[in-house]
């Protein structure tokens, strides 16, 4: 069900990354929810060091850093409904590496590491694996907090799969899109239009569940204030 701004009173939300590619597919995904986007470059914010062991792991502890962090920094701070947070972890698995690079995705090639480096160790790693062998998939974990602490945050998954290829097809997406081939559609990830990798994409999918789950969550919030005036949502 889509999100009614009735639902949903406007609020600060930071998108917990500084990966441009990731804000923009953030800023589209979000763009018809009541919230501010704000990103972590723009309030200053560093980002904290992943060491979770999963991608859920990941995407809380960066989460609730964005919320801490920006309510430190007097972000929000008048705000009556708090500041929000959002962020994912996501990255590739590939099978014949055993499920690598996973969650060092982003970097595989080691710290700053940029797309090329990532692409040319998956490219060396996979390199004599017949296509059939070559089946991967993207994973994302989404979680969304409305405080730091918030002891029932918002949690979603998402899973695309693909096949890698060996040379590279398409100029848009970042990351290993150029070499994430859907069979289905014959084409890479980064030959894919915006709106429809948006559609189709592991963020995407986990976009969709979170926003169900926020709809529902608000809706329950306004039910107990209509039933309770001195309960806010």
Same mark, same amino acid.
């Given at each position: ?52 062991? @999963?991608? %859920? #792991?990941?995407?809380? !502890? ?7 962090? *920006?309510?430190? +920094? /007097?972000? $929000? =701070? ?11 972890? @996501?990255? %590739? #698995?590939?099978?014949? !590496? ?7 995705? *982003?970097?595989? +090639? /080691?710290? $700053? =590491? ?120």
């Amino acid at each position: 069900m889509p999100l009614s701004k009735a639902l949903v009173r406007s609020r600060p939300l930071i998108v917990a990354t500084s990966n441009p590619g990731k804000l923009r597919e953030f800023g589209a995904l979000l763009a018809a929810l009541p919230f501010e986007l704000h990103s972590l470059g723009e309030l200053g914010i560093a980002p904290p060091e992943e060491s979770g062991a @999963s991608f %859920l #792991e990941n995407a809380l !502890l960066k989460a609730r850093h964005a919320a801490a962090a *920006a309510l430190a +920094a /007097g972000f $929000g =701070a008048a705000s009556e409904a708090g500041v929000a947070a959002i962020a994912d972890d @996501s990255g %590739l #698995e590939v099978d014949a !590496l055993g499920g690598a690079p996973g969650i060092f995705s *982003a970097r595989y +090639a /080691g710290v $700053g =590491a940029d797309d090329a480096a990532n692409n040319q160790k998956l490219l060396s790693a996979l390199a004599g694996t017949p296509p059939e062998c070559r089946g991967a998939r993207y994973r994302c974990a989404l979680v969304m907090v409305f405080a730091p602490s918030d002891a029932e945050p918002l949690i979603a998954e998402g899973i695309w799969e693909g096949f890698i290829v060996e040379s590279p097809q398409g100029s848009g997406g970042f990351g290993y899109d150029p070499y994430f081939w859907l069979p289905d559609l014959g084409v890479t990830a980064a030959q894919l239009d915006p709106s429809d990798k948006n559609r189709l994409s592991h963020r995407g999918i986990a976009m969709r569940a979170l926003r169900d789950q926020l709809a529902a969550r608000e809706r329950s919030a306004s039910e107990r204030s209509a039933r309770d005036p001195l309960v806010r949502p």
